[in-house]
């Protein structure tokens, strides 16, 4: 079974650029979430998305959002970027039903953003 | 608001050492918790959960915790240290109220391995 997948794995943007990150979960995971992680804050959670819903929004300026598709994948994008969105972004899949935490993410590898 | 802390950000320890990674939680409600670990460009994996059932939770590469309730702890401990343990271990706690996967993390604790 394939595992959670990340695109691309490494970018370079310029500060006032957007970037749209893509995420691929594990076959038949309906939950996606995604994560900054860097080293002043450490990991931080951006949104969760189930069955093409939001369902849970971390503490991010608008310039963060995301979506989730019909087949489960997901992107987020960031706009207008700044310096501080340099960081390495994580998506999670879960089995999760409706009805919320089965216990386990399946993390992908991240993608890189470096922002000059 | 929960929350876990991880003491000590940076541990060091000799192969075949004891390996004991300290986490304290803070929650409400009782919490499902979490260890997770990360090496070097790579993603998270699991190492073990804690949902209420036992107590004592072993998890994969001979990793275990214990859910000390009176503590607030759930520390990470290892028998016997590896070279290849070395990686940076994360804390999370989960609110199980609400339909949500969402995990607040600790800081981290990067485990440096002697040989």
């Known amino acids: 079974k394939a595992g959670v997948t990340q695109t691309p794995r490494y970018l370079i943007k310029t500060r006032g650029q957007q970037v749209t990150l893509s995420c691929s979960p594990i076959?038949?995971?309906?939950?996606v979430s995604w994560y900054q992680q860097t080293p002043g804050q450490g990991l931080q959670f951006l949104f969760e998305?189930?069955?093409?819903?939001?369902?849970n929004k971390g503490n991010f300026p608008g310039r963060f959002s995301g979506r989730q598709f019909s087949n489960s994948r997901s992107e987020m994008n960031v706009s207008t970027l700044e310096l501080g969105d340099s960081a390495l972004y994580l998506c999670?899949?879960?089995?999760?039903?409706?009805?919320?935490?089965?216990?386990?993410?399946?993390f992908g590898e991240g993608s890189r953003l470096t922002v000059l | 608001a929960q929350s876990v802390t991880q003491l000590g950000s940076h541990v060091s320890v000799s192969e075949g050492a004891l390996v004991l990674l300290r986490c304290n939680y803070s929650?409400?409600?009782?919490?499902?918790l979490f260890w997770y670990v990360q090496y070097p460009n790579q993603g998270l994996q699991l190492l073990l959960k804690?949902?209420?059932?036992?107590?004592l939770v072993k998890g994969i590469n001979g990793f275990e915790a214990e859910f000390k309730k009176s503590e607030t702890s759930f520390h990470l401990t290892k028998p016997s240290a590896h070279m290849s343990d070395a990686a940076e271990y994360f804390c999370?706690?989960?609110?199980?109220?609400?339909?949500?996967?969402?995990?607040?993390f600790g800081t981290g604790t990067l485990l440096a391995v002697q040989p």
């Open positions: 999670a899949s879960s089995s999760s039903t409706s009805g919320g935490l089965t216990g386990e993410l399946f």
């Open positions: 076959s038949g995971h309906r939950s």
């Open positions: 998305y189930f069955s093409e819903t939001q369902r």
């Open positions: 929650s409400s409600v009782p919490p499902y």
């Open positions: 804690y949902t209420s059932a036992a107590t």
């Open positions: 999370a706690v989960s609110d199980r109220r609400g339909a949500t996967n969402k995990l607040i």
